[in-house]
C-alpha cells in the first residue's frame, strides 16, 4: 500500500518561506515521478512541481519557478518542497503525487494547508 503523508505547512507572511515534506512508504519508488500540486478554494487542482525518483530531475510550473526547489532524499524516502518568497496567491491545499512508470498520477497524500497573508 503506498502512502504519501505530507507535513510542514502552516500560516507565513508574504515573502517568507516554507519547506513541506513528503513521507514515501509502501514501496521502492524506482520508475516513479513525484510531485506537489495545490488547490485553492473554488479552483482547480494545479501542478506545481515535479521530480524524477531515480535521476532527480525537476521540473516547475511557471508561476513558481525561480522561488520553489524540489528535491528528493531517496535515503529517507522523503520528497521535499523549499517555498521561498511565497506570496498570498500561494495559498493552497499542497498534496504529495506519485506517477507510476509515468503513467499518470496514481497515488495522493491527504494534503496540508499553506496560508500566506499579506
Known amino acids: 500500500q503506498v502512502q504519501l503523508v505530507e507535513s510542514g505547512g502552516g500560516l507565513v507572511q508574504a515573502g517568507g518561506s516554507l519547506r513541506l515534506s513528503c513521507a514515501a512508504s509502501?514501496?521502492?519508488?524506482?520508475?516513479?515521478?513525484m510531485g506537489w500540486f495545490r488547490q485553492a478554494p473554488g479552483k482547480e487542482r494545479e501542478f506545481v512541481a515535479g521530480i524524477t525518483w531515480t535521476s532527480g530531475w525537476p521540473n516547475y510550473a511557471d508561476s513558481v519557478k525561480g522561488r520553489f526547489t524540489v528535491s528528493r532524499d531517496n535515503a529517507k524516502n522523503t520528497v521535499d518542497l523549499q517555498m521561498n518568497s511565497l506570496k498570498p496567491e500561494d495559498t493552497a491545499v499542497y498534496y504529495c503525487a506519485a506517477d507510476p512508470n509515468y503513467q499518470g498520477y496514481k497515488y495522493w497524500g491527504q494534503g496540508t494547508q499553506v496560508t500566506v497573508s499579506s
Open positions: 509502501g514501496r521502492t519508488f524506482n520508475g516513479y515521478r
